[in-house]
């Protein structure tokens, strides 16, 4: 497979950090690992996970220290069937930190596991690799506070309703805190 290039400009810090954006287009579920030949030069977020059925994934590498001269990096995103440890495919990322001129001539290296998730500091500008979308049960608890906001107030309206549909103040309040939750969780997506 051919290789995506990641360039970093050694001079300028905000240019250490790339995103490489994975996307499963199958409709099973599967399993992504990030091998690099410099893992201690680099911090990639979520370097091992899941990808859901038609979702995409963010994959944030982060040049650690500052450098003297050009040098190349190698990583490698590796695709297996969830559950499976068969490779279903791979894609190179070259890193490159460009000072002058970039070394064209790269002794190969071989491809090393990233440190595991828990032993790394958590990123916390990072995606969390959502989807982007809502899961309908928050979209259903939104609804169900909205109409329970609705209904009428115990002994201040007066209602054809039946009497079980009437909530106290104390009910609207806590269904009111309810949906401003609910409505928090909604818009972090």
């Known amino acids: 497979s051919s290789g995506i290039n990641a360039e970093y ?3 300028e810090i905000s240019s250490h950090k790339q995103v490489v954006t994975i996307y499963n287009p199958y409709s099973y579920t599967l399993k992504y690992k990030v091998l690099c030949t410099a893992p201690r030069k680099y911090h990639v977020i979520e370097s091992e996970g899941l990808i859901k059925s038609h979702c995409r994934i963010d994959v ?3 040049h650690k220290e500052p450098v003297e001269g050009a040098t190349v ?3 490698q995103i590796q695709l297996f069937d969830h559950g499976s440890s068969t490779i279903r495919g791979h894609k190179q990322v070259i890193s490159q930190v460009l000072s002058g001129r970039p070394q ?9 596991q990233l440190p ?6 958590p990123d916390q500008a990072a995606d969390s690799g959502s989807s982007g979308r809502v899961d309908p049960l928050v979209l259903l608890v939104a609804a169900v506070c909205g109409v329970a906001l ?9 209602s054809t309703l039946p009497p079980y549909l009437h909530l106290t103040i104390h009910q609207k309040l806590v269904v009111a805190y309810v949906l401003g939750l609910v409505t928090m969780v909604i818009l972090h997506f």
């Open 9 to 11: 400009g050694a001079d």
């Open 60 to 62: 944030v590498i982060r």
């Open 73 to 75: 990096d190698k990583f």
């Open 104 to 112: 064209m001539s790269v002794p190969e290296a071989p491809m090393q």
């Open 116 to 121: 595991p998730p828990d032993k790394r500091v």
């Open 150 to 158: 609705l209904l009428p107030t115990w002994q201040v309206d007066s």
